[in-house]
């Protein structure tokens, strides 16, 4: 697994490279744009893209995802609220391509009172308008599961499937796992015979092929607490062998694994060298 953290990109796209080297991120996730508002954000200069690739190529940092905006409800109930969450979903998808960033990981949408099955076909529907409409043939929108509190839809693997079978981009769309909200929803992965049963229900209901990345978040709350409160890797209710479980799976040698907890570089750079300290020797 490719470990790394997310970055700011304040004061350009090129430090984000800089804060990724100094917390010795093998990837890195960022906001392309401020997750403040919704409104279009100026266009991206090539000479960004290209100090953003060159910082990278210096820190050799192999991943990247983007983060989508937090205020994007890819399900609002309002139409014109809807329009506007589709609109700033294609700016996401658009602005990964210009960076040349091949993931775009996105919060399903929440239903506000209209009901599960309302939302979700709302969510495909307004996925499949960004897509249709988004120059960025070479990005893949990855939905995060939820902890599933209040309305927040995906908190289930079976509500990602729903959003992602019905899709006219099946094949486009993959997942993105964060551990603090699966174990918010309910999924027990805390012992090796249960963390076993955890990915092969993933597998039985989405395969494990569609798992592009992880958040990986330790939880301040227990199983089924429906809290999206992060804690630092080891000092949540998750501890630290579920981590190191992950870390080593063969399935997801290829996946991304960000660490999102908040705090400054360098507590994420102790928390990416508890992280790499989890590995096994590759086998020879």
């Given amino acids: 697994m490719l470990l790394g953290a997310h970055v700011s990109i304040s004061?350009?796209?090129v430090e984000a490279a800089k804060a990724g080297k100094y917390i010795g991120c093998e990837a890195i996730q960022i906001f392309s744009r401020s997750p403040r508002t919704l409104r279009r954000t100026k266009p991206i200069a090539p000479e960004e893209v290209q100090a953003f690739w060159d910082g990278l190529k210096k820190a050799r940092i192999?991943?990247?995802a983007t983060h989508g905006n937090?205020?994007?409800n890819l399900s609002a109930t309002a139409a014109r609220m809807r329009k506007l969450a589709r609109t700033a979903f294609v700016e996401e998808l658009e602005r990964a391509q210009i960076l040349g960033i091949p993931y775009v990981i996105f919060h399903p949408g929440a239903h506000m009172g209209k009901g599960e099955a309302w939302g979700l076909r709302q969510i495909t529907e307004s996925v499949d308008w960004a897509m249709a409409r988004a120059d960025?043939?070479?990005v893949s929108p990855l939905l995060e599961n939820t902890a599933g509190q209040g309305s927040t839809l995906g908190g289930t693997w079976?509500?990602?499937?729903?959003?992602?079978?019905?899709?006219r981009f099946t094949d486009r769309l993959?997942?993105?796992?964060?551990t603090c909200h699966a174990l918010a929803a309910g999924y027990d992965f805390l012992s090796p015979d249960r963390y076993d049963g955890f990915m092969g229900h993933v597998e039985a209901v989405l395969g494990t092929r569609r798992v592009r990345a992880f958040h990986l978040n330790d939880s301040k709350q227990g199983i089924g607490s429906h809290a999206d409160r992060h804690e630092h890797i080891g000092k949540g209710e998750i501890g630290i062998d579920p981590f190191r479980w992950l870390v080593n799976d063969p399935r997801?040698?290829?996946?991304?694994?960000i660490i999102e907890t908040a705090g400054p570089n360098r507590v994420f750079k102790k928390s990416l060298k508890l992280l790499k300290s989890l590995r096994e020797p590759a086998a020879t």
């Fill in 70 to 72: 937090y205020l994007i």
């Fill in 136 to 138: 960025a043939p070479n």
């Fill in 158 to 167: 079976e509500q990602l499937r729903e959003i992602i079978e019905a899709s």
């Fill in 252 to 257: 997801f040698a290829a996946s991304l694994g």
């Fill in 62 to 64: 192999v991943g990247t």
């Fill in 11 to 13: 004061g350009g796209f």
């Fill in 174 to 178: 993959g997942v993105c796992i964060d």
